[in-house]
T-cell receptor, first 111, second 116 residues
Framework: EDQVTQSPEALRLQEGESSSLNCSYT??????LFWYRQDPGKGPEFLFT???AGEEKEKERLKATLTKKESFLHITAPKPEDSATYLC????????????FGGGTRLMVKP | KAGVTQTPRYLIKTRGQQVTLSCSPI?????VSWYQQTPGQGLQFLFE???????NKGNFPGRFSGRQFSNSRSEMNVSTLELGDSALYLC???????????????FGPGTRLTVL
């Protein structure tokens, strides 16, 4: 069974204090790993897709990396508007379009 | 380009009733997937529709069903509602040019269902 575990569950940072969120996964053949951002009361917002170990993608203050067992979302010099829940999901080769999500990391950035 | 739209945004029902939720995908997207989000279980896959056919189904009882129309719009139905069905129901659309292609999924704002 495909599994995704995210840590920490919650993270408090001061504005400008860089950190990383972790997503560990076990999957029977990875098609892709996805990162989403979700604000309260809204649907998840797509951030990145990573397909193979060693791949990296960047968007503003966010950088996602992928290994064979885990992915990291690095946040550089975060701002209060980066506060949200960050979700990681995997798509397995034998599971069609289904995404298996982790529990998320709730990030709070204080000014 | 308009995003994924879901109606209604909020719904209150009582146990035993049934409910139908609607999702309009991004223009040109042919795949619609449905997810349930609860504080205890997180985001869980319900099913996916592509070319009006259910392609994959998650581990939910038969009370949960769906369909897709020729314009790619989708509906999901929950019959005989239970208290535990209270959740945010999210719809996601993806391009999926054909049955063997997979693309990023873009989510709608969700329908908040409360069962009393």
């Amino acid at each position: 069974e495909d599994q995704v575990t995210q840590s920490p569950e919650a993270l408090r940072l001061q504005e400008g204090e860089s950190s990383s969120l972790n997503c560990s996964y076990t999957v029977s053949g990875l098609r892709g790993l996805f990162w989403y951002r979700q604000d309260p009361g809204k649907g998840p917002e797509f951030l990145f897709t990573l397909y193979s170990a060693g791949e990296e993608k960047e968007k503003e203050r966010l950088k996602a990396t992928l290994t064979k067992k885990e992915s990291f979302l690095h946040i550089t010099a975060p701002k209060p508007e980066d506060s949200a829940t960050y979700l990681c999901a995997v798509q397995a080769l034998n599971a069609g379009n289904m995404l298996t999500f982790g529990g998320g990391t709730r990030l709070m950035v204080k000014p | 380009k308009a995003g994924v739209t879901q109606t209604p945004r909020y719904l209150i029902k009582t146990r035993g009733q049934q409910v139908t939720l609607s999702c309009s995908p991004i223009s040109g997207h042919r795949s619609v997937s449905w997810y349930q989000q609860t504080p205890g279980q997180g985001l869980q896959f319900l099913f996916e529709y592509f070319s009006e056919t259910q392609r994959n189904k998650g581990n939910f009882p038969g009370r949960f069903s769906g369909r897709q129309f020729s314009n790619s719009r989708s509906e999901m139905n929950v019959s005989t509602l239970e208290l535990g069905d209270s959740a945010l129901y999210l719809c996601a659309s993806s391009l999926r040019v054909d049955g063997s292609s997979y693309n990023e999924q873009f989510f709608g704002p969700g329908t908040r269902l409360t069962v009393l």
